[in-house]
């Protein structure tokens, strides 16, 4: 879901670059694995990174779809001074990802300097980006301002796993050649093993391996989510934070298989041997081959499902993270931290990430045009929507900027709950509704503790508050924010709130008399507490809510209730 973060952070990257020019060379042994030659952090000097770690065999030849094998030693020492190749079809909307092969599976750690070589105590984040299970790469998100910024000792790792074609291609054939039966589902199996490794050697780098938080965003909080409901992966995480990842990313085998077809038309393959054609095939080719698939009159615009993602296939996943939740299956025993943004639909429907959703917001829109997105939940549903997102009874920002009040409606309310005519069913959106359900279910499930937010600041000179605008805000890359002291000020808070989180299961202090407000747990039925972390430009703007959007998610939860949902068409 977090194409368009590419460009958000291209100033970051440029901006930030980890290996700056420095004497200091520190180093680590992994036990059984071999030595690492790290460098300390050009912009957080007391941080050791740790990039291109290997903790799984190049996924190529027969290994491409198939389950990740442990990469075991390397040569020693290696050098572990600049990030490797991202894996393929990590770029997006024209960014180029310096360096894609299949050959990707690495990790990259941060720590502070002083913590390598002594007790291994301290707590353990590892990042899991996003980016619609489609596009993304690990060397974005450059982890050492976060380890700089945080209160507590903590470790940072960020993980590459397989995207697109390569991650979650799925078919009954491609199940014949796994152990275990799985298929489509490498990347989130990357994952784990990613998260064994860590387990089994986080040691080295003073990291505690039984006291792992996993965290993402977009995709990548909806992995966490996923992780949370797959037992294979309990025991491997203490804690687990959902930035923006609540959606309904699953689809079942049956529309994985028709996808598995559609792609072998296009890359030309014989009935005969798909498996063998396309394992013959190069990358280029492959990626050739989807975007064949989706072009205008390809034959993806065929299928009722087309979306690279996770996939239900009755073994490695018995159900979408929606319906194991909602049926009490998950991984009880954590704590959790998760939320969403303000305007999050808005990326996808300004400038030119989706124009095919674009067209469907225009800036001056009508109320006929608001009607007719929202025409298949009948006359009686629209009546009742209107009238709960009426601005006397639903919170907009005093500045609606270039887009008109029914623009505003109709953004919200995709925000909250999704809409056919934008290629979601009911319930499964990005924003605060989606997020509230799964924090009701969790908590009524057993999770011990939950923690639910709501990110509201705005970057200058702009009045939404869009998917993954929060990201740059949790790793504290404060160059973003030199024009703002209210922003670097809101930034540092939710790094350590973040922190915390990861160090206790609470992001608050044990000292109640803090200057910044104490978290309250979410508490389903009952008092529905929610943090939003805004700012002004000279401080920032931390407060409590009670039942926030509150009227608005009751509706969605009773329609959701009744079974609605609606076939999507989602193009790659």
Same mark, same amino acid.
């Given at each position: ?11 970051? !990257? /440029? ?13 680590? %042994? ?9 460098? &300390?952090?050009? =912009?957080? /000097? ?30 020693s020492p290696r050098d572990a001074t600049h990030y490797r190749d991202a894996c393929v079809g990590a770029k997006a909307d024209g960014i180029e990802s310096k360096g894609e092969s299949e050959d990707c599976l690495f990790l990259n750690v941060a720590a502070r300097a002083s913590g390598l070589g002594v007790t291994a105590n301290q707590s353990v984040m590892l990042w899991i980006y996003g980016g619609t299970y489609s596009v993304g790469s690990a060397k974005i998100y450059q982890p050492e301002m976060l380890v700089s910024a945080s209160a507590e000792p903590v470790v940072v790792v960020t993980i590459n796993y397989r995207i697109n074609i390569f991650g979650f291609l799925g078919s009954k054939a491609l ?5 275990? *039966? ?29 006291? !792992? ?13 996923? #992780?949370?409901? =797959? ?50 095939? +190069? ?35 018995? *159900?979408?993270? @929606?319906?194991? !939740? ?21 990326? $996808? ?6 124009? @095919? ?14 009607? #007719? ?31 008109? =009040? ?20 009911? *319930? ?18 057993? %999770? ?6 709501? $990110? ?10 869009? #998917? ?7 790793? +504290? ?38 200057? &910044? ?13 929610? &943090?939003? $972390? ?8 931390? %407060? ?19 079974? =609605?949902? #609606? ?6």
């Open positions: 879901m977090a194409m368009a973060l590419l460009g958000v952070l291209a100033f970051s !990257v /440029s901006a930030m670059s980890v290996f700056g020019k420095t004497d200091a060379t520190p180093s680590v %042994t992994v036990p059984g694995l071999g030595d690492l030659r790290g460098k &300390l952090s050009s =912009q957080a /000097s007391e941080v050791a990174v740790f990039a291109g770690i290997p903790f799984a065999k190049p996924p190529v030849g027969d290994l491409r779809w198939m389950p990740p094998q442990p990469y075991g030693a390397w040569e199940s014949a050649r796994s152990p275990d *039966g799985s298929t489509g589902n490498y990347g989130l199996q990357d994952q784990r093993l990613a998260l064994t490794w860590v387990r089994d050697h986080i040691s080295a780098f003073g990291g505690h391996g039984g006291d !792992v938080s996993i965290f993402g965003e977009s995709a990548g909080g909806n992995s966490v989510l996923h #992780h949370m409901v =797959q037992p294979a992966s309990f025991g491997l995480y203490s804690k687990a934070i959902i930035e923006s990842g609540t959606y309904d990313a699953g689809y079942s085998l049956t529309d994985a298989e028709a996808l598995y077809n559609a792609i072998s038309v296009t890359a030309g393959c014989a009935a005969n041997d798909i498996v063998g054609c396309l394992l013959k095939k +190069n990358s280029s080719e492959l990626e050739d081959a989807v975007k064949k698939g989706g072009a205008p009159g390809g034959p993806f615009s065929k299928l009722a499902y087309v979306h690279w993602g996770p996939i239900v296939d009755g073994i490695s996943m018995t *159900g979408t993270p @929606q319906e194991l !939740v909602a049926a009490g299956k998950f991984n009880n025993k954590v704590p959790v931290l998760m939320g969403t943004n303000r305007d999050e639909w808005s990326l $996808f429907i300004t400038g030119n990430l989706t124009p @095919q959703l674009a067209e469907l917001w225009p800036a001056n829109m009508t109320e006929s045009q608001f009607d #007719h997105l929202l025409a298949s939940f009948g006359e009686d549903n629209i009546k009742t929507i209107k009238r709960l997102y009426d601005p006397s009874a639903y919170a907009y920002p005093a500045d609606l900027g270039q887009y008109n =009040q029914w623009w505003w409606t109709g953004m919200r309310v995709v925000t909250d709950n999704g809409i056919p005519a934008a290629g979601w069913p009911v *319930g499964p959106a990005l924003g605060h509704c989606s997020a509230r359900r799964i924090a009701e279910q969790l908590v009524r499930g057993g %999770t011990p503790s939950l923690y639910l937010y709501n $990110f509201e600041r705005t970057l200058p000179g702009r009045v939404l508050v869009g #998917h993954s605008m929060e990201v740059p805000f949790v790793f +504290n890359w404060w160059p973003m924010f030199a024009v703002s002291p209210g922003s670097r000020q809101l930034s540092k808070e939710m790094t350590n709130y973040w922190v915390r989180f990861a160090t206790s299961g609470s992001p608050n202090l044990p000292d109640a008399s803090e200057a &910044l407000p104490q978290w309250p747990k979410y508490l389903p039925g009952g008092d529905k507490a929610n &943090l939003n $972390f805004g700012a002004s430009f000279s401080k920032s703007n931390i %407060t409590i809510s009670h039942s926030f959007r509150g009227a608005a998610c009751d509706f969605w939860d009773g329609l959701a209730m009744t079974g =609605q949902r #609606h076939s999507s068409v989602i193009v790659v």
